[in-house]
Each structure stands twice: as C-alpha cells, then as structure tokens.
C-alpha cells in the first residue's frame, strides 16, 4: 500500500530538511503546508493578508483554509505513489482529516517524530537561512554554507531568512506547538502509527535513522 509519511516535531526540529532529502530517496514528494503559505501569502487578496498576520504572530491559519489546500495539492498526479507531509497535522481536526483523507486515497499513515528538546529549538531557528533559488537549508550555528551567506549551489544566491525566524515569533510558535500539535503525538502514539527518531545530531545521521524506519515498518 502506498505510504504517507507524516513527519513530526516541532519548529525547528529538521523537518523541511528531512523531508528535502527524502523525497528523493524514496521518490515522493515534499507537501509542505508551510511552504504553500509562504507562497500563498505574497498574492494580493484578503486570504493572502491573513496569512500573512498569522504567519507573523507565529499562530496557526485556519484548519478549513489549510485542508482545503492539502486536499488539492494531494490530489495531484505526483502524490498518487504517496507523499511526504512537512508541517500537516498541526491540530485534531488536521489529523482527523488525513485519516479520512488516507481512507479515500487508499494510502497508510506512517508518522515520524523528530525529536528535539525544546532548548535547542529557538536557536536553530533563528540561525536557519534558506537559498532563495533552491531551497537549500542552512543553519549559521549547526550547518553553515562554505562561504558566508551564500549557497554552496548557487554562489551568485544570498541566502535569506525567513520573516517569522526571528526571536519574538519563534517563541509564539513554540508555544503554539506545545499547546495545539505536541498532543497529536499521543494520538499517533496510541494509534500505533508513531515511530520517534533522535533529531540532535547531525542531519544525516538523522536521515538515516528516517529511512531505516520507513524501511522497517513495510
Ligand atoms: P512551517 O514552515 O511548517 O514552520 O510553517 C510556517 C507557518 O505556516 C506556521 O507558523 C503557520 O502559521 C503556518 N502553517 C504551516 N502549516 C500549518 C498547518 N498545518 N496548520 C496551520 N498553519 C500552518
């Protein structure tokens, strides 16, 4: 049966990365909810206004708004094989809509947490700088470029911050985890579905661990 890897964790934690480099190996792609309200949020429209000032105060946009956009973007072509989620489930009813979802489409659920103590998190955070041709993730403490600011692929690429990578918002969306996302953990847990992965160390080390699991679990 086709897979849809949920991976799991806080901000911070490594998802965008692990997700970047599995969806090659495993030949899936990379639904990142974020990342389709990053883009979402440059129209000129009401919506896009509002995404922007959630995204901001480093709270969550709405869950009709944001099954709306998983469900379209699921149903592409290239999502027929399975998936990668980066970012979805944030809430209950999120997770109550990927497990209809994964009914219709015929897909298992497999949920991967990495796991972060929250200590590290605000420093990774704030450190991470992203290629803006790319996508390409840096982190300026734990995983720099090879020359200051620029892309090892694309030199002529400053690299960038995101807006809501900045110390005030990263502690709202700390605290929106904690209280919105860490308790679907339980219920993947209790579920059977969850696998925990130790996010400390190094990235591909990390990748490892991820693809021995999803290789293990079928
Ligand atoms: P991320 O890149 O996953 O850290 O997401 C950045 C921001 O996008 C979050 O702080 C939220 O404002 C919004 N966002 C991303 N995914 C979701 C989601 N599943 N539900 C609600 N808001 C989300």
Do not use: W
Not at 202 to 217: F, P
């Amino acid at each position: 049966m086709s897979k849809i890897i949920v991976l799991m964790g806080a901000p911070g934690a490594g998802k965008g990365t692990q997700a970047r480099l599995l969806q090659e190996r495993l030949n899936l792609p990379q639904v990142s909810t974020g990342d389709m309200f990053r883009a979402l949020k440059e129209a000129h429209t009401p919506l896009a206004a509002e995404v922007r000032a959630l995204m901001a105060a480093g709270q969550l946009v709405p869950d009709d708004v944001t099954i709306r956009v998983v469900r379209e973007r699921t149903a592409q072509p290239d999502c027929r094989n399975g998936y990668i989620l980066d970012g979805f489930p944030r809430t209950p009813a999120q997770a109550a809509m990927l497990e209809k979802l994964a009914a219709e489409q015929g897909k298992q659920i497999q949920a991967i947490e990495i796991q972060v103590p929250l200590e590290l998190l605000a420093k990774r955070m704030v450190g991470r700088r992203n290629c803006p041709v790319c996508g390409e993730i840096y982190n300026i403490y734990g995983k720099p470029p090879r020359f200051d600011n620029v892309c090892d692929f694309h030199p002529e690429a400053q690299l960038l911050q995101r807006a809501d990578d900045n110390a005030n918002t990263v502690q709202a969306r700390l605290t929106t985890y904690e209280e919105q996302t860490r308790p679907l953990l339980d219920y993947y847990k209790a579920a059977g579905l969850l696998h925990v992965v130790d996010g400390t160390g190094e990235s591909e080390a990390i990748y490892n661990d991820i693809v021995a699991t999803v290789s293990a679990h079928g």
